[in-house]
Nanobody, 123 residues
């Protein structure tokens, strides 16, 4: 079983950038497709981006396309989410998640989750 820990969140002004990291332990990250999701109070988790186990395939939600980039380094068991041109609407708790086989966009298809990291974008 894999354990996931997110880091890199914080407070940033609109237009700024942050890079989130998701560090895996327990099992090698190359066994999993990975996803990033985000959640604001009172709302369901929203899909942000996903990446296949070997980085050959990535997919991003329309709301972040062109601004956010997902990547991974299996050698160090880390998945990244580079977030540029941040907007106040990007404010949320960001979670990384893992699943075997191919990536999916539904939170219900991911059995393994980190604890989340808060991203706050001020206007």
């Amino acid at each position: 079983q894999v354990q996931l820990v997110e880091s890199g969140g914080g407070l940033v002004q609109a237009g700024g950038s942050l890079r989130l990291s998701c560090t895996a332990s327990g099992r090698t990250l190359s066994s999993y497709a990975m996803g990033w999701f985000r959640q604001t109070p009172g709302k369901e988790r929203e899909f942000v981006a996903a990446i296949s186990w070997n980085a050959a395939s990535t997919y991003s939600a329309d709301s972040v396309k062109g601004r956010f980039t997902i990547s991974r380094d299996n050698a160090v068991n880390i998945v990244y989410l580079q977030m540029n041109s941040l907007k106040p609407g990007d404010t949320a708790v960001y979670y990384c998640a893992a699943r075997g086989m191919n990536w999916r966009t539904s939170e219900y298809d991911y059995p393994y989750w980190g604890q989340g990291t808060q991203v706050t974008v001020s206007s």
